[in-house]
């Protein structure tokens, strides 16, 4: 099973609260896993993958942040929200070459 | 940065027409992957490919990837109202452990 896990699937925030988006996957241990956002039904910008438990590689400069506290749960963070942290975020898992991955359900933001 | 174009960025025909979308970049990739998204929720995988030349067909849809393994085109046959979606193409470099993805083709197929 490649099933992939995220909640709350909507989320409206005001400005300056925190967040927290949670992903648990099933299926092979020790699994590469992604979170990627999309705005407006446009391409997929990748904000930060994980190797390994307590590995994040963060590719956005931001006020976001990842955390992987367990092999198969990945969580995206967020001290204070700003209004351009809306939109679509997506939690995607990944054999270990990469070359392929899964997408979650996805979230929605809303941050207002 | 390694990008992927594509193209037509919009693309609305009608049902039973041919169509083909583009996904472009100057960089080599190790495969290329196409997926297709519906609204609200996350993108589906359609094929990959890792082969220069290499030509796959899933029903009316046929994917290529480039000799040099730089670009990607899929085409559709005579298609449906359900073609309609927004399709991604992504690729990977060897031992980078992501993917690029394009900005995405909009798709619509008026009845």
């Known amino acids: 099973s490649q099933t992939i896990h995220q909640w709350p699937a909507t989320l409206v925030q005001p400005v300056g609260s925190p967040l927290s988006l949670e992903c648990t996957v099933e299926?092979?241990?020790?699994?590469?896993l992604y979170w990627y956002r999309q705005a407006a039904g446009r391409g997929l910008q990748l904000l930060f993958y994980s190797v390994g438990i307590g590995q994040i590689s963060s590719e956005v400069p931001q006020n976001l942040s990842a955390s992987r506290p367990q092999d198969r749960q990945f969580i995206l963070s967020s001290k204070k929200l700003l209004l351009s942290d809306s939109g679509f975020y997506l939690c995607?898992?990944?054999?270990?070459?990469?070359?392929?991955?899964?997408f979650g359900e996805g979230s929605w933001l809303t941050v207002v | 940065t390694q990008l992927l174009e594509q193209s037509p960025q919009f693309l609305s025909i009608q049902e039973g027409e041919n169509l083909t979308v583009y996904c472009n970049s100057s960089?080599?990739?190790?495969?290329l992957q196409w997926y297709r998204q519906e609204p609200g929720e996350g993108p589906v995988l359609l094929v990959t490919?890792?082969?220069?030349?290499e030509v796959k067909k899933l029903k009316r849809l046929t994917f290529q990837f480039g000799d040099a393994r730089k670009d990607s085109s899929l085409h559709i046959t005579a298609a449906q109202p359900g073609d309609t979606g927004l399709y991604l193409c992504a690729g990977d470099h060897q031992g980078a452990q992501k993917l690029v993805f394009g900005q995405g083709t909009r798709l619509t197929i008026n009845p």
């Open positions: 490919v890792v082969t220069g030349g």
């Open positions: 299926g092979t241990s020790n699994p590469n």
């Open positions: 960089s080599v990739f190790s495969s």
């Open positions: 995607a898992r990944g054999d270990r070459s990469g070359n392929t991955i899964y």
